[in-house]
């Protein structure tokens, strides 16, 4: 079978390393890829972006499975596009995946099903905005309506931060370019605890929960610094015990995929609920994703033993109910190395050297690199996710970081304490 990964990021080259694995695989083409996709050579970039011309391709060269990474072609339509012409993919509706392309639409829905979630308001108009501020106090979390890859949410520590974050998100507005009715926010109550990812696979009825994995969104050491789409994950997170996993399950998934069939857009693709859970072990959904977390996947992927073409096959035709997934028992971890002037204003174009030879226990996933005349470069804020298997958290950390130490591009950005949490 010929797959198709649409994307270019760390999550996308992830899925085609796991797909191209897979005996059934006879080709994995990613759009339009990345440097890493370029260099493997069980791989293909394919260099289109367009929805209508991405459809043309796998019309014309008979793939047998699409498997969407990215939001904004999920927002974009990609999915109802392909399965106009009968093409099988994964992943959901434009209409479903407005979970995520719309945080108004996304906690609207979860306060009509009883998903439990932060409270919180909604506005267009700034006045408004800033006044419900004051009520609210600080910290308060101030959130652009509209998709901004990771980047559109503030935790203001003061009233001020929350102010400006108002101010940048609907009067400069900031984030309406990343689709329409973006210049709208959502306000919501600080939360406290631990957060976790908890991603499944839905097939529109059935689910199929991934490995559990912990997201560290801060820039800096010790959750400090600006918020990105993500500095480095591990899996599995020792936050999510046997009982959170059954509350998550009971409270939070089961009750989006059945209400989302309740609302007449069936959810079949990735579903990621970003969790906050308490000391006494009760949730709150903090977001929906409509797509696998990045750096997340990276990890989780390095420890599924089953064959994802598989898992996805059976995704796609309904019949997740018959899926076992088999887990290796050991912890993954991947640390991120971020371009100079992350997430602000990174710089691209710098060359990148020292990259090691794929091994059994460390993998390195390409995001923002490129090839230019033979030699690998920046293009992109978040560049590679350095990825290592060990028994225990503290050991694949080690692993990590004794890769990290040996690549080498002006200006690095990485944090020195990715899994800092599971290890105290």
């Known amino acids: 079978m010929k797959i198709l990964v649409i994307g270019g990021g760390g999550r996308e080259h992830a899925l085609a390393w796991k797909l191209v694995d897979s005996p059934k695989a006879s080709m994995v083409y990613v759009a339009p890829g990345n440097g890493g996709t370029q260099l493997s050579p069980r791989l293909e970039n394919l260099p289109i972006t367009d929805v209508q011309q991405l ?21 974009a339509g990609v999915v109802d596009v392909f399965r106009a012409r009968g093409l099988r993919i994964f992943g959901p509706t434009q209409a479903a995946a407005q979970l995520e392309s719309s945080k108004a639409f996304s906690k609207a829905f979860m306060r009509r099903h009883g998903i439990p979630t932060a409270n919180y308001d909604v506005f267009t108009d700034a006045e408004a905005a800033h006044a419900f501020i004051e009520r609210l106090g600080a910290p308060v979390v101030v959130k ?65 929960a991934l490995a559990t994995s912990q997201d560290h969104k801060r820039l800096n050491d010790g959750d400090q610094g600006p918020n990105t789409g993500g500095m480095g994950a591990y899996s599995p997170a020792p936050v999510v015990t046997a009982d959170v996993h059954a509350r998550a399950m009971r409270e939070v998934i089961l009750p989006a995929v059945r209400g989302m069939e309740k609302d007449g857009l069936p959810y079949t693709g990735f579903l990621y609920a970003g969790l906050m859970i308490d000391a006494q072990g009760q949730l709150k959904v903090l977001e929906f994703n409509c797509r696998l977390g990045d750096p997340e996947t990276q990890p989780i992927l390095m ?21 076992e997934l088999q887990w290796d028992r050991r912890t993954a971890l991947g640390v991120v190395l971020a ?86």
């Open 55 to 75: 459809a043309d391709w796998a019309q014309d060269n008979k793939i047998g499975l699409t498997v969407v990474g990215p939001e904004a072609p999920l927002a």
């Open 144 to 208: 652009a309506d509209g998709l901004a890859a990771g980047k559109g949410v503030v935790v203001a520590t003061s009233l001020a931060e929350a102010h400006a974050a108002v101010d940048a998100m609907l009067v400069d507005a900031r984030y309406a370019g990343a689709q329409e009715g973006a210049a709208r926010v959502v306000i919501e109550e600080f939360l406290t605890g631990e957060e976790a990812s908890f991603i499944v696979l839905s097939d529109g009825r059935d689910v199929a």
């Open 303 to 323: 420890r599924l033993k089953s064959d994802l073409l598989d898992l996805l096959n059976a995704a796609v035709d309904g019949k997740l109910a018959d899926v």
């Open 339 to 424: 371009a100079a002037g992350y997430p602000d204003s990174p710089r691209k174009g710098d060359a990148i050297t020292g990259l090691p030879l794929e091994q059994d226990d460390a993998m390195v996933f390409h995001a923002g690199t490129q090839l230019e005349d033979g030699t690998l470069r920046t293009s992109g804020g978040r560049v590679l996710c350095v990825t290592a298997l060990a028994d225990s958290v503290r050991q694949a950390q080690q692993r990590a970081y004794e890769v990290v130490r040996g690549i080498h591009f002006d200006g690095a950005q990485y944090r020195k304490d990715i899994g800092h949490k599971a290890i105290k």
